[in-house]
């Protein structure tokens, strides 16, 4: 048989007025139903927490009417259910939203069955309870819990959380799902014992030290390996992080591992790049070098080359002269002659070219050098070759330098040179040598008085064969001042010069103080 | 006895220019040229003993870059016969190369000359070495 209590006619509970106030300030009603006598009783609280008004007449069925539609058919349920087990009945009903005059929106509803002596179950008595507040107290916490889970679980990161023993709480999915663990598995678990741990023994020992200093208050952060499902691996960035009460007594540690694989395998990948490119610019040095290296043989060998024949020419030009002087005319001599001075010019040239590609070969050996006295040892050797118009020469007190001897005087015997020639048609040939310390080099000067250049049609001064004067008016074949550029180069300095077309030039190198 | 200088060059030109020098500054001066590979290994392997044989050598002037075979092979057999092991050997060469002047000496070489590109100084040079290198033999 199915009872239904749709019908039943709710009256009043003679209650008092301090039963009344309790259940006001509990927040909960109490009713009852009797089957036999189809009665129902309800205490004045029931009616106020259904809102409605205790002294109009209400049936069962009004009351539902007020609760979710769904929550009829399952009340009715519950009471046939208890009539035939006798089991206590609970249920939290939501009152239909739409009743705006309604102000509780849950109630639980609890019921235990009454019995008769032949335990038949005649009646029930229960109670209404607002569970709004705890609910809601309940609700925010299961909310708060669920932001942190999924802040807890969303995380790329490894993150946990320990008591200060180092005893596993929880474990972040991230962290689960890469060591193939389940939480049950490894909860309570020390730290240092679960499966991520076991990579390599010194590991594990070096976390059960870490766990102990952040146990003491200590953040505590390292990099380390650990090892995931299927013998994975992992560089991590480990910190464990202690949280503390109040009176600053650790609670808590929390640690946390960042994975650096990828860091780490860019940081490889750049050290790798870098390798290469390093290889690279070795290699390219090493063709450039090599590229050199061929064209200073090539440069050596074609005027070695170039030798032979002109031996040939300057000879029999020299032996024509000489055995069929007679035999000439004027012109004939006039021919021979421009054959044999040009023969000896290109002698030079070749002679030059071969003492450039020499020095660009040779390698540096530095030695203490008296600079004063090279220069002095340059000047009397010059003054002995060029003894028409010498000019007046000023020297300063040089100092000494570290260079290479051979080469050293080949930049004085070329600067010296220059100087002698370019001002020997100067009426009052002058040529002043100083030097100073600028910063860490010294610098030397060369200057003289002679026919200068002009700063503006002076490049490639330094280049092998770049004149800026001709040969008609005076001597030379180029090649002089960038040996004096390959010298200096090779020392680690620098070299250039200042002209002014007719008042004279000035050229400057540079020799660090120190070779490193 | 006139001296005798063997001038081993495959040049023709560098030959003359030796040549001539060598003559103008002693004429009594006998001059066999060899120029090809052919004529040096012939005269070396058809020799004589130096002790029966007129026709002895004073001085070897000997090119160390020739076109068909290299001064230091001919400086080396000449140095394993016994009828050219005291004779004075010069090497000629247009270029110093270290590395050459060094192995010149090792095969056995008594000197190393570098032939000048201006004839003034070539003939001014062989001159004196060839004047020098016939006398110190003679002795």
Not at chain 1, 37 to 46: A, F
Not at chain 2, 60 to 88: A, C
Request: aromatic share 8%.
């Amino acid at each position: 048989m199915f009872y239904s209590i749709e019908n039943l006619v709710i009256d009043k509970m003679p209650t008092s007025r301090f039963d009344d106030q309790v259940e006001t300030m509990a927040k909960i009603g109490s009713w009852s139903i009797d089957f036999e006598k189809s009665e129902s009783r309800w205490s004045l609280n029931s009616f106020n927490l259904h809102g409605l008004d205790s002294n109009k007449i209400w049936t069962w069925s009004a009351v539902f009417n007020s609760y979710e539609d769904s929550t009829k058919l399952k009340f009715n349920d519950l009471v046939n259910q208890m009539i035939r087990d006798h089991h206590p009945i609970s249920i939290d009903l939501k009152i239909n939203q739409s009743e705006k005059s309604i102000s509780r929106l849950i109630l639980r509803v609890q019921a235990l069955p009454i019995l008769n002596e032949r335990n038949e179950c005649h009646g029930m008595i229960g109670v209404f309870q607002d569970i709004e507040d705890s609910l809601n107290h309940k609700n925010l916490l299961l909310d708060s819990e669920r932001r942190f889970k999924a802040i807890f679980n969303q995380s790329f990161q490894f993150v946990g959380l320990l008591k200060a023993d180092g005893s596993l709480i929880e474990a972040n999915e991230t962290a689960l799902d890469f060591g193939g663990i389940s939480l049950e598995s490894v909860k309570g678990l020390k730290f240092w014992d679960t499966p991520w741990f076991q990579y390599k023994a010194e590991g594990k020992l070096q976390l059960k030290k870490a766990i102990q200093s952040a146990g003491k208050g200590r953040l505590i952060r390292y990099e380390t390996e650990i090892i995931g499902v299927g013998g994975s691996t992992l560089t991590v960035d480990l910190s464990i992080r202690p949280i503390l009460d109040e009176k600053g007594a650790v609670m808590y540690l929390i640690p946390e591992g960042r994975d650096i694989s990828d860091k780490r395998e860019v940081h490889q990948q750049l050290i790798d790049l870098n390798k290469e490119l390093e290889l690279k610019v070795e290699n390219r040095t090493r063709e450039l070098q090599q590229t050199n290296e061929d064209l200073e043989s090539f440069a050596y060998s074609i005027s070695h080359d170039l030798r032979a024949p002109l031996r040939a020419i300057s000879g029999f030009s020299q032996i024509l002269e000489e055995e069929y002087n007679e035999a000439l005319d004027e012109e004939g001599h006039r021919l021979l002659n421009v054959i044999i001075g040009n023969s000896q010019k290109m002698s030079t040239l070749i002679d030059d070219l071969l003492l450039f590609s020499r020095t660009s070969r040779k390698e540096v050996i530095r030695t203490e050098i008296n600079a004063s006295r090279v220069f002095e040892a340059v000047i009397t050797e010059l003054r002995n070759e060029n003894k028409h118009n010498f000019p007046i020469i000023n020297c300063d007190e040089l100092p000494i330098v570290f260079a290479d001897s051979g080469m050293f005087k080949q930049v004085i015997v070329n600067l010296i040179g220059n100087a002698i020639k370019y001002s020997s048609k100067a009426n009052n040939p002058t040529i002043n040598v100083s030097c100073k310390k600028v910063d860490k080099a010294y610098e030397f000067c060369v200057s003289d008085n002679g026919i200068g250049f002009d700063v503006n049609n002076s490049k490639g001064l330094f280049q092998v064969f770049q004149r800026l004067h001709s040969s008609k008016n005076f001597e030379g074949t180029g090649v002089g001042l960038s040996i004096v550029k390959k010298i200096i180069d090779k020392h680690g300095g620098k070299v250039w010069a200042v002209g002014v077309p007719n008042e004279g030039a000035s050229f400057y190198f540079t020799l660090p103080l120190y070779y490193e | 006895m006139n001296k005798h200088i063997l001038l081993i060059d495959d040049s023709a030109e560098d030959a003359e220019l030796a040549v001539r020098t060598i003559r103008k500054s002693d004429s009594s001066v006998k001059v066999t040229w060899i120029q090809t590979a052919q004529q040096t290994m012939d005269l070396i392997s058809n020799y004589n003993d130096p002790l029966v044989d007129s026709e002895s050598i004073d001085l070897v002037l000997l090119d160390i870059k020739m076109f068909e075979l290299s001064g230091f092979d001919v400086l080396t057999k000449l140095r394993s016969r016994i009828f050219s092991k005291r004779i004075p050997i010069l090497m000629l060469s247009s270029s110093k190369i270290e590395k050459d002047i060094a192995k010149a000496y090792e095969l056995g070489a008594n000197g190393y000359v570098q032939k000048p590109a201006d004839y003034k100084e070539y003939n001014a040079m062989m001159t004196t070495l060839c004047q020098y290198w016939l006398r110190i033999n003679k002795a």
